[in-house]
């Protein structure tokens, strides 16, 4: 680790810094060069690192982050599914790995496939996510629980590459599997063909059977978070669990954290050295010292192994590695230096693990502490307030970047539930662990009493998540807000009494308080959320908003109105709706309507009246109104017009200066036609919503001609089942000259109609990546 002056260390801080942000700059990239290249720079980058002295060892260091992470992507991408085998039918024998997660309606899974010769070279050893859904019109139960963690499963698999949706502020599912090395997704295909070939087995299936001793030993809330602390098995945990965890700020906690691994470490260590003062002849084979940082190792990854070796677990063995066998080759190791060479050694081993938050937040937080606070230690209460301010203000541009939010309640949660939690609630669940480990049955005391420690400070954190200040959303901000406010927190905690301080907050505007872009007066704003087979579009004008249709939804299921609306108009600044449009009562427009209205308040509701949906005014022909210079009219349906469904949707007209907008649901060619010939001259528009995902049975040629639109949108679902949109219908469209914009191939769709004219950006166009499903077959750079 030292280094002769002048020279900079071959593991130290500044190569650390230097092979991340190799990693950085690699995973930046929209579209990946050919693998020689990063050979190439592989072999140049460490041979610098290695052999040459000075600054340009950092340099190879940066070198040899770029070409590893590029190796490591490229071999991920490679191991997909190619799209000549989407929607495969395959029969496929393999181990279930991790825990499954049951839902009322499926269950949930991964899958290793065996090294078959007889399987095609692509699925040999893939990792897949997998589901198995339950089949109502079947007569016989269904069998997916009897999915257990660790036994081997023949299945008949249809498959596709990993694909999800594109959004402001959503989930990137590809990134996702990237970074988790997933192959495929897909579900089980028949039931009658499925055979388990051996029983479970192994440290998952053992991590199961302690969930479901806990689940029975422990009665009510409490159980699920004891076994989310003692083996981080979250999968009890419910959407209302994480949006109050998200609240106030505890969700490092609840799940094994790096802390908490540290703790057993500690413990660990401490054990090592009693047994060794009690049994003094054990250090003539290994003196106490050694013995006690081996027994914090073994303390260590025995923990990683109950969370299943979930990263944060694995970060801090590697630092814990790292301490240990400086202890046992007698070198001073600083902190400093420790979590250098842990970033190193993760770097090394697996580099897509950059693509977690959690990598930035563990390592970020522990840089700013080391910094702030170099002497902690000598005043524990004073430190730990202050190590609490500093990670507070440290990590929260990194926290408003990566989640798009900030817990004004988080730190006044975490000054309890940190010594609490961690000191109480986690040392009573992992000694029933170890208890039950033991003996079965020997657990159940200190697991109530984790629980009841737990449900003693439980109330409070309710009351903080509850109140209106807990959570506060933020927009997506521009791309140099996060360097400016991390600037902006290295000024605020610099030394007391250095002049100007105030001015710091200055720095964090552009991230707490970005610009929206929003319209101007007589200009309109649509967004089409990518929301997979339905529709969602959000309308702005300078200063109101309106929703239009709210995405599809499952009953026990996938919420697009939570997963997909919800984040995309947080995302976007929208924290309240003037205007909810409810085109008509199906489930892929109407199902995220219950999740949108519990999180973004609407003034009021518009639908079909035959539609009767509660609280809902009707959307009749000829009403209106405006906003900001914007007219809002509805077209169709009539007073006392039938219930026919689809073709009860509500047609809305958005017109302005600059052109109009018109959105007709899911009308077809009966209501097309009657359009036509009734309002011929209400049709004209440039944008034009294409009617019913882009069905074979609408978008007539009359209603194509008279609406004479520069961009035709289709909110579609990519490769469902109904074979929307079909190719005849968008040929009808782009033989008169319209362009037509899928989500399907863009996601989300952003245009503007101004005096300049039309502007038009998808979301995969926007942010550009490497891994993203739509280029995954386009060759290298």
Request: aromatic share 8%; hydrophobic share 50%.
């Amino acid at each position: 680790m030292t280094a002769r002056a002048g020279q900079a260390p071959l593991l130290g801080v500044g190569a650390a810094a230097a092979l991340v942000a190799g990693v950085v700059l690699c995973l930046a990239l929209p579209r990946l060069p050919a693998v020689a290249l990063f050979y190439v720079l592989l072999v140049a980058g460490l041979g610098t690192w290695w052999k040459i002295a000075g600054r340009w060892r950092w340099t190879g260091a940066l070198l040899a982050g770029f070409a590893l992470c590029g190796l490591h992507a490229t071999a991920s991408l490679d191991g997909r599914l190619p799209a000549a085998h989407e929607r495969g039918d395959f029969t496929v024998t393999g181990r279930i790995t991790g825990l499954p997660e049951s839902e009322p309606r499926r269950t949930r899974f991964e899958f290793r496939v065996h090294d078959d010769p007889a399987l095609p070279d692509f699925l040999r050893g893939a990792k897949l996510r997998l589901s198995w859904y339950d089949n109502e019109w079947a007569d016989e139960p269904s069998r997916r629980h009897e999915l257990q963690p660790g036994a081997e499963w023949r299945l008949q698999l249809r498959l596709r590459a990993p694909r999800g949706l594109r959004n402001p502020g959503g989930f990137d599912a590809e990134r996702h599997a990237l970074a988790a090395r997933i192959a495929a997704t897909g579900y089980v295909r028949e039931q009658a063909t499925a055979l388990q070939l051996a029983p479970a087995r192994g440290l998952d299936a053992w991590r199961d059977r302690i969930a479901q001793r806990i689940a029975a030993a422990v009665p009510g809330t409490a159980s699920r978070y004891v076994r989310a602390l003692a083996l981080g098995d979250t999968r009890a945990l419910t959407d209302t669990d994480w949006e109050l965890l998200r609240a106030t700020g505890l969700t490092h906690l609840i799940a094994i954290s790096g802390f908490h691994v540290g703790l057993v470490a500690g413990a660990f260590a401490l054990l090592g050295t009693a047994v060794w003062r009690l049994v003094p002849a054990l250090g003539l084979v290994v003196p106490r010292p050694q013995a006690a940082a081996l027994a914090a190792f073994a303390g260590a990854l025995g923990y990683a192994a109950l969370a299943g070796f979930a990263l944060p677990t694995v970060r801090t063995v590697l630092m814990i590695a790292v301490a240990v066998a400086a202890r046992l080759w007698r070198r001073p190791l600083q902190i400093p230096e420790s979590l250098a060479l842990a970033a190193i050694a993760i770097v090394l081993v697996d580099p897509l693990a950059l693509l977690s938050a959690g990598f930035w937040l563990s390592f970020g937080g522990v840089a700013w502490l080391l910094w702030c606070l170099p002497q902690a230690g000598r005043r524990p209460v004073r430190d730990f307030l202050s190590a609490q301010w500093v990670a507070t203000l440290g990590l929260l541009p990194l926290t408003a970047i990566l989640f798009g939010q900030a817990s004004l309640a988080g730190p006044l949660a975490n000054l309890v539930a940190i010594p609490w939690w961690s000191l109480v609630v986690v040392p009573l669940s992992l000694l029933g662990t170890a208890l039950e480990a033991m003996q079965a049955g020997c657990g159940d005391a200190a697991w109530r009493l984790a629980a009841a420690a737990f449900e003693l400070s439980w109330p409070l954190f309710e009351r903080l998540g509850e109140s209106p200040l807990a959570l506060w959303w933020l927009p997506e901000p521009a791309w140099f807000a996060l360097p400016m406010a991390l600037v902006g927190a290295f000024w605020l905690l610099l030394p007391r009494g250095l002049p100007g301080r105030p001015l710091a907050l200055l720095l964090w505007l552009p991230l707490l308080w970005p610009d929206r872009h929003l319209p101007r007066a007589g200009e309109v704003e649509l967004v089409m959320i990518d929301v997979g087979q339905g529709t969602s579009l959000l309308v702005r004008t300078a200063g109101h908003a309106l929703l239009y249709d709210m995405g599809p939804a499952v009953r026990d299921g996938w919420d697009a109105g939570e997963r997909a609306v919800v984040p995309a108009l947080l995302a976007l600044g929208v924290r309240r709706i003037d205007t909810m449009v409810v085109s008509h009562a199906d489930s892929d427009h109407a199902g995220g309507l219950a999740a949108v209205r519990r999180r973004v308040p609407a003034a009021r509701l518009l639908a079909p009246e035959s539609a009767a949906i509660p609280g809902a005014a009707g959307c009749l022909a000829g009403s209106g109104w405006q906003h900001d210079g914007v007219q809002f009219r509805f077209l169709h349906p009539p007073l006392h017009f039938p219930d026919l469904r689809n073709e009860s949707s509500c047609v809305l007209r958005i017109e302005t200066v600059h052109g109009a907008l018109l959105l007709p649901g899911d009308i077809g060619e009966a209501v097309e036609e009657r359009l036509v010939g009734r309002l011929p001259e209400d049709l004209p528009a440039e944008v034009v919503l294409i009617p019913h995902h882009g069905s074979r049975h609408s978008s007539s040629a009359d209603f194509v001609a008279a609406t004479g639109a520069t961009l035709a949108l289709v909110s579609a679902g990519h490769g469902n089942r109904f074979g929307h949109p079909d190719a005849g219908t968008v040929e009808r469209w782009e033989r008169r000259g319209t362009t037509v914009l899928g989500t399907p191939e863009g996601g989300a769709a952003h245009l503007r109609l101004t005096s300049a004219g039309l502007q038009v950006q998808t979301e995969r166009a926007r942010r550009r990546r490497f891994w993203d499903a739509t280029t995954r077959d386009t060759p290298p750079l």
